[in-house]
């Protein structure tokens, strides 16, 4: 089921070739903005009702409103599975736990007598958060959305998530409760494309109220929701151009091919495109994971696209001669979930520089950070792991410098001004200071 990738006989080559190699899901973006830019020129130029034909003809469904009311936010938590709704709210606490450990404090630096840099963090003012649709449900991804950006102390947010014609135009019921339990007010019933637009231009809505503008939006999708997000950044900020899930396992001969299968298979599970990589060092695990694959995926409820996915150019086992270098292959591939099931987990994980978020040892399998960990599952994807970190706290937060001198302290060093705005010829910046001492402006 998985191609399979054998790097033992050579020397590994350098990183950069490394990456070309290695197993990854195509993730087309330029090739979706053709499709997505009209949907996005046609909210910023006719508002609302270009984002209703889009959602028309790709929802099948015409919300009453866009804002969803405050009575089916209220019903759907009624009516949520008592079950579901004690997970929900340990996923929260423990998302809480975690990213408010993440706030930051402002830092004071004196540079010299009378001279002080201060780094505040201010958070964004409004910001947009992206719950997807389609294959599955994800009341998950607005808590991972939603509790930074409370950790942060941002004063508005609004949650978005696709309509469904089964449940008359909204969002999922689930979806709707969990923004409910989080103390959510505001979910818009809009997805893909003309979502992130409507986020980046806003509208009025069918009944006349303001569908507001935010500064940044952020969540998981489709090509098609990371094609606008690349055409709206700019006139906002955005997270990421996240592409399909993937995960990266690596194992030695100790791993349970039990384990081992099972988790990659939990990643294959949420799309055909969706990429499953075992990096290992034993010919006897990659066998039995093979063995494991078959069964288990032949048990599973959607067997058709996890065998999609596993098959997939973008899925497969890469054989390495050492943990060294089978850590070498994982940075290379910089995974947005990577486990390590290995010997001496802890410590290989601490040589991984490349990943979006690491699972140390056999009990900490990529699922229980998709929902209670208290990790954030918004991670980079495609390799972007390698610059970019997952969302968090800091995400919804601003470094803004503050600078504050005296009249002595600005004298110290005016002379040093004004010889780097001489040798940048800019001599105005130098005038700038003299002009204060009374020199020549």
Known sequence: MLRRLDLRADPLPRPAVLRGMVPRAELDVDGAIAAVRP??????????EAAMEATERFDKVRPATVRVPASALAEALDGLDPDVRVALETSIDRARTVHEAQRR????????????????FVPVRRVGLYAPGGLAVYPSSVIMNVVPAQAAGVESLVVVSPPQAEF??????????????????????????????????????????????VDVVTGPGNVYLTAAK?????????????????????????????HVASDLISQAEHDPNAASVLVTTSDELAAAVEVELERQVSATKHTERIRTALSGP???????ASIH??????????AEHLEIQTADARADAARVRNAGAIFIGPY????LGDYCAGSNHVLPTGGCARHSGGLST????????????????????????????NAEDLPAHGQAVTARFGGAT
């Open 39 to 48: 949907i996005v020129d046609g909210v910023r130029e006719r508002g609302l």
């Open 105 to 120: 404090e402002d830092v004071v630096t004196q540079v010299v007598p009378g001279g002080t840099v201060t780094e505040r």
């Open 168 to 213: 008359g135009g909204r969002p999922h019921p689930t979806v709707l409760a969990a923004a409910a339990l989080l103390g959510v007010d505001e979910v818009w019933a809009v997805g893909g494309a003309q979502g992130v637009a409507l986020l980046a231009y806003g509208a009025t809505d069918t009944d006349g109220s303001d569908l507001e503008p």
């Open 230 to 258: 690349r055409i709206v950044r700019g006139t906002v900020g955005i997270d990421a151009e996240a592409g399909t899930t993937e995960i990266a396992i690596l194992a030695d001969a100790g791993a349970d091919p039990v």
């Open 314 to 320: 973008q899925s497969g086992v890469i054989l390495v």
């Open 325 to 334: 270098d089978g850590i070498a292959v994982v940075d290379a591939y910089a």
């Open 364 to 367: 900490a399998p990529v699922s």
């Open 394 to 421: 800091s995400t919804f937060l601003r470094g803004v410098h503050v600078v504050e001198y005296t009249e002595d302290a600005l004298r110290e060093v005016s002379d040093r001004v004004v010889a780097l705005a």
